[in-house]
């Protein structure tokens, strides 16, 4: 479970956007640092990095490098940076180090069924909702070993070592003659 101390919210209700393309916008981002997030929609508004396209890529192109079909979502990427944004100040504002966070959950839905007006008839609006949760990463506890500082060895003499018989050989000796304690009585 989170805690409400080191984590940071925002949301997006009813943003103009395809929820196609947020919904591959936030399985990308999803589990990622928040600053080399920001980066990368940064670098897809530059068209220099596209996002790889993993559920909705039918009839979607390759692009260069290593990566499958992708695209480069403008008006989502520039939409989902301003959450991001806002989502860092909001981190700012609890006290948080925003070098550390990272996106925890990423949660794009479809939103309300608007229709557009004017000429086109029965042409919905592309309505999203987006919910972004970033979360403190907590450093890992290392524990420093301790280098102690190397005596000069000394030379040890060896002991001869002693034989022990094995436990077939060894037999306990019981004494031979028995004793008899009577006990006697005392009359008066």
Known sequence: ???KENCATVNGKDLSISTKHSIEICN???????LK?????????????????????HDVGHKPGKMGPGRYPQKASKIILGLLESLEVNAQNKGLDTAALYIKEAVPNKGANVMRY????RREMKLTHIYLLAE??????????????????????????????????VKEEKPKTKTKETKTEVKK
């Open 37 to 57: 997030s920001k980066a990368f929609l940064e670098d897809v508004l530059a068209m220099k990095k596209a996002v790889p396209f993993t559920r909705f890529n």
């Open 28 to 34: 990308y981002i999803r589990g990622r640092n928040l």
């Open 1 to 3: 479970m989170t805690s």
């Open 118 to 121: 004017g000429r086109q008839r």
């Open 136 to 169: 403190e990463a907590v450093k890992k506890k290392t524990e420093k070993k301790e280098v102690k500082k190397e005596e000069p060895k000394q030379e040890k003499k060896e002991e001869p070592k002693k034989e022990i018989p094995k436990k077939e050989e």
